[in-house]
T-cell receptor, first 113, second 115 residues
Framework: NAGVMQNPRHLVRRRGQEARLRCSPM?????VYWYRQLPEEGLKFMVY????????ESGMPKERFSAEFPKEGPSILRIQQVVRGDSAAYFC???????????FGPGTRLTVL | AQSVAQPEDQVNVAEGNPLTVKCTYS??????LFWYVQYPNRGLQFLLK??????LVKGSYGFEAEFNKSQTSFHLKKPSALVSDSALYFC?????????????FGTGTRLKVLA
């Protein structure tokens, strides 16, 4: 049973470009959470999605950030017009249900030049 | 507001000695608590969780944690540390107030086990 997969593992973008981060949850999991980890800090919640629905996006910056989890395919975290402050590790976690424990992917490390 | 605190940025311990990584929490209602470990450039690996029941929770790799309601603590322990235990450890509480059950993480404690 494959774990949570994220790609790319490393992403380099120049200021003003777009970054697309993908997360494939574990088989049978329909709940996806995105977290951001700044250097030397803990993980901060960004958004919680179930298939085709955003349940809680209280941790997402109001501008430039969006997330989706379509019926088919991976969850996507999109950052438009990236800035240097967006450089971080972005982790995705999935669970069978909101009561179940979350399993984390290996993360995508975004570097904005 | 629900939160966890990890008061130590770093803990050093000699190989073979017992280790403790501290975590205190502040929650409304019953706490759902977790410990995760992160190795360099890797994701988080689940170690153990407390939902209800016995105050001493056993987890992966020989780790255990003691839930103490009166002290609002959930310290991670291991009787005999290994060099390979050196990593970043995160305590987390599940936010049930908002209804989304997202995790709220502490800032992490770096464990260094010296040979």
């Amino acid at each position: 049973n494959a774990g949570v997969m994220q790609n790319p593992r490393h992403l380099v973008r120049r200021r003003g470009q777009e970054a697309r981060l993908r997360c494939s949850p574990m088989k049978g999991h329909s709940h996806v959470y995105w977290y951001r980890q700044l250097p030397e800090e803990g993980l901060k919640f960004m958004v919680y999605l179930q298939k085709e629905n955003i349940i809680d996006e209280s941790g997402m910056p109001k501008e430039r950030f969006s997330a989706e989890f379509p019926k088919e395919g991976p969850s996507i975290l999109r950052i438009q017009q990236v800035v240097r402050g967006d450089s971080a590790a972005y982790f995705c976690a999935s669970s069978q249900g909101r009561d179940n424990e979350q399993f984390f992917g290996p993360g995508t490390r975004l570097t904005v030049l | 507001a629900q939160s966890v605190a990890q008061p130590e940025d770093q803990v050093n311990v000699a190989e073979g000695n017992p280790l403790t990584v501290k975590c205190t929490y502040s929650v409304s209602g019953n706490p759902y608590l977790f410990w995760y470990v992160q190795y360099p450039n890797r994701g988080l690996q689940f170690l153990l969780k407390y939902i209800t029941g016995d105050n001493l929770v056993k987890g992966s790799y020989g780790f255990e944690a003691e839930f103490n309601k009166s002290q609002t603590s959930f310290h991670l322990k291991k009787p005999s540390a290994l060099v390979s235990d050196s990593a970043l450890y995160f305590c987390a509480v599940r936010d049930i107030v908002s209804g989304t059950y997202k995790y709220i993480f502490g800032t992490g404690t770096r464990l260094k086990v010296l040979a």
